[in-house]
Each structure stands twice: as C-alpha cells, then as structure tokens.
C-alpha cells in the first residue's frame, strides 16, 4: 500500500543519482521553493491499469490492484523559469536520464523502505513517455497562481497495490492467523 511514494522516491534518487537535484510536488510550489536549477517530479494522476485489471497472480486468489502512475517533469533554471534556455537544456538532460531507464531496476542503493515497498511487484516497473500536448498542461496547470509551465508526461506500469491480507496459497500450516498476535499450533 506504499507502493505510490515508494515509485516517486525511486524516481526521484534516479535522478539525483544522475547529478539532479529534484523536487517533487506541484511546479508552482517546486519554483518557490528556493533559486537552485532543479527538475521537478509531479504526480499528476494515477489510474488502474486496464491491461491487467482482472490478472491475479495465483490462481482462486483475488487480483491485485494494478495501478499506472503519470508524471509531469519539469525544469527550472536558477531564476526559477521554466521557459528559459537553461530550463529547456536542463529538461532534456533530465528526459535522457529517464530515457536511458525504461525499466527502473531496485538495485543496492535504493532506500530499504522503497525496496520492502515495491520488492513484491512481480513485473519490472516500466517507464514510457505520453504526449503532453498543450491541452493536457492547460488542464493541470489552471488555477489562480498556476502558470503554463513547459514539461513531459510519463508513466509507469505496472504499480501493485499489495492485498492487506496474506494470500491464503501463501499461510503456514500450524499457524492460527485468527488471533492477533498469530498463534503457533
């Protein structure tokens, strides 16, 4: 159920890795946030995944819940612009890092709490890029304070959402999971 945050913060220390620094949260607040050149991380929607909305991963079990995430990137140059020169340089050095993953891999540097999070996932988590036209950035970016701000849409897929529950394929014989804390028979 961290799976959402743990997926941001993976980005995020793939970038930072890569020699970014990044924020993550609405591009408005990213370009108050202090004068440094920086990429941002927004999550702008998350949706369920159609292709495997019904796929379970063992048999008679319940299907997990299959999520897609969509992210805005933007860049911002130290004057806090995104639609300078700098801002646009620093944007595709940040989609090249992006590019250079379409599978984000939880090697040993990833965070222990971001890999107990996504270690589950039973496919590789993959990062394609979608159109993100003027429509789609006009949408997002409406508001009183918000401004149009140059940026890419991504995704990634497939998120699971793991069950609160253990899988009943998955309990020992001679424990009783009625009881809390769990009784060895």
Aim: contains cysteine; charged residues 25%; hydrophobic residues 45%.
């Amino acid at each position: 159920c961290r799976a959402i945050g743990a997926v941001t913060r993976l980005l995020q220390d793939h970038l930072i890795r890569r020699g970014f620094e990044v924020s993550v949260g609405r591009p408005e607040a990213a370009a108050a946030a202090n004068a440094n050149a920086k990429l941002n991380l927004f999550l702008y929607e998350t949706a369920f995944d159609a292709q495997l909305r019904n796929h379970n991963l063992r048999d008679g079990e319940p299907a997990p819940l299959w999520l897609v995430l969509r992210y805005l990137l933007t860049a911002f140059d130290a004057d806090e612009d995104s639609d300078s020169a700098a801002a646009h340089e620093l944007l595709g050095r940040g989609l090249s890092a992006l590019h250079d993953v379409n599978v984000l891999a939880l090697d040993a540097l990833v965070a222990p709490d971001v890999r107990l999070a996504l270690e589950n996932n039973p496919e590789p988590l993959k990062l394609s890029f979608d159109e993100s036209g003027a429509d789609l950035l006009s949408k997002i970016m409406q508001g009183g304070d918000e401004r149009y701000r140059l940026s890419v849409a991504f995704q990634m897929r497939p998120v699971m959402i793991v069950p609160g529950s253990e899988p009943r394929a998955a309990l020992l014989v001679g424990i009783d999971y009625s009881t809390v804390p769990q009784t060895v028979i």
